[in-house]
């Protein structure tokens, strides 16, 4: 495996992680990132093909990992991944809920408004960022637990949670809810567990990725005109890279952290910071 940065500054030997979403575009990074570390990581996908494909490519760079199938809407198909990571790993150390997306059904646009979204869309948006994050902290949140006593939750929320877009309602409504979630999972680990379990938060900015793709530049890579006002609105002038991820990832779960949780961190190249004025 080629050195990197991350590499040269952080060991993670003897540590697994399991990221949920991991066969994605921006989980997917993560599981690299912390492969090359030295961490043994199971990518968890609903697709197990897309997680295999991702596990041939860490081991391909020498890294460990193994693919686990599960809906993280499904508790039970969690629980029967969890039986196989504690087999495989003997334990975990860190969680990421990186699962999650939007739906066309719960989108507003010129042909469908609010009035016209569908319950199904809705619903499937809630059961598949807020659910997802609640059923897989508490399936993995617990092997943590029991299997080291000490680890790192990382939820995945969006810069929508601070400030909710057009269009997309039950996105907006469900990160806000990861946000708040990791809050309270945060103190509720501190309180009655224990305080070497730390949960926080990363919310990433606008990052183009196949899902969002549509909505931010044309069939032939012009920026739409919602893809203009984005980039009007980010005093860094691009949309985000994986990669940009990393460091907010790499410094929560660092021992040196470890004064930190209940934190939700924008990583949004200024979003956040710019009223547009």
């Known amino acids: 495996m080629s050195k990197t940065s991350w590499e040269n500054r952080t ?7 399991l990221v949920t979403g991991g066969a994605g575009e921006l989980c997917g990074e993560m599981c690299r990132a912390l492969a090359e570390c030295g961490c043994r990581v199971a990518v968890l996908d609903y697709d197990l093909k897309k997680a295999e494909a991702m596990v041939k490519k860490i081991r391909s760079r020498g890294g460990k990992a193994i693919a686990l ?16 990571l504690v087999r495989q790993f003997r334990g975990l150390d860190i969680l990421i809920n990186g699962a999650g997306g939007n739906s066309p059904l719960a989108t507003t646009n010129e ?10 869309g809705i619903r499937k948006v809630f059961e598949l960022n807020i659910l997802g994050t609640i059923f897989a902290s508490q399936v993995f949140g617990k092997i943590i637990h029991q299997t ?6 990382i939820n995945i929320s969006s810069m ?11 996105y907006s409504s469900a990160k806000a809810g990861v946000s708040n979630f ?3 999972l945060a103190a509720h680990f501190a309180q009655n567990y224990t305080p070497k379990i730390r949960v926080n938060a990363i919310a990433p900015g606008f990052f ?20 203009e006002r984005i980039l009007d609105h980010t005093p860094a002038g691009r949309f985000g890279k994986p990669g940009d991820l990393l460091s907010a990832l790499f410094w929560l779960i660092s021992p040196e952290s470890q004064f930190i949780t209940g934190i939700v961190v924008p990583v949004d190249g200024g979003f956040s910071a710019y009223s547009g004025v």
């Open 11 to 17: 060991d993670l030997k003897g540590k697994a992680a």
């Open 69 to 84: 199938q599960a809906d993280v809407t499904d508790k039970s198909s969690l629980e029967k991944a969890g039986r196989e």
């Open 111 to 120: 042909q469908q408004g609010f009035f016209e979204l569908s319950d199904q």
């Open 148 to 153: 080291r006593g000490a680890g790192n939750i």
């Open 160 to 170: 929508n949670s601070f400030r909710p877009l057009t269009r997309i309602p039950a």
């Open 182 to 184: 990791t809050k309270w």
């Open 208 to 227: 183009i990725t196949t899902q969002n793709r549509f909505l931010l530049m044309d069939k032939k890579g012009k920026l739409t005109p919602r893809g």
